[in-house]
């Protein structure tokens, strides 16, 4: 059973920076990981995803030029950096993994693709 944990998440200005990491409990070079998250009444959305090989990313058009996604396999670690936020940003932020042997360059869009999450973290952009 795969595990993952989300930090970094925090209160930030708008057009500041922060770094979300998510932890694997075990090697994460077969999954795709995908970050999502949820603003309160909100539905959860698609952030970015990154292929099991990593030569893949997806961006939602909202966080495209801003947030990059990366991944670290020695470290069974995914980051989500994310610069110039805004308070729209603001939302509890998810990762989730669905194994991807095969397809090495698939990403995911959709939450439903997803077998694996986090708890979450919160991130909050507010003057």
């Known amino acids: 059973q795969l595990q993952l944990v989300e930090s970094g998440g925090g209160l930030v200005q708008p057009g500041g920076s922060l770094r979300l990491s998510c932890a694997a409990s075990?090697?994460?070079?077969?999954?795709?990981i995908g970050w999502f998250r949820q603003a309160p009444g909100k539905e959860r959305e698609g952030v970015s995803c990154?292929?099991?090989?990593?030569?893949?990313?997806y961006y939602v058009d909202s966080v495209k030029g801003r947030f990059t996604i990366s991944r670290d396999n020695a470290k069974n670690t995914v980051y989500l950096q994310m610069n110039s936020l805004k308070p729209e940003d603001t939302a509890v932020y998810y990762c989730?993994?669905?194994?991807?042997?095969?397809?090495?360059?698939?990403?995911?869009?959709?939450?439903?693709?997803?077998?694996?999450w986090g708890q979450g973290t919160q991130v909050a952009v507010s003057s």
């Open positions: 989730a993994a669905v194994q991807s042997v095969v397809f090495r360059r698939r990403v995911f869009s959709g939450a439903n693709e997803y077998r694996y």
């Open positions: 990154i292929s099991s090989g990593g030569g893949n990313t």
């Open positions: 075990k090697t994460l070079d077969v999954y795709a």
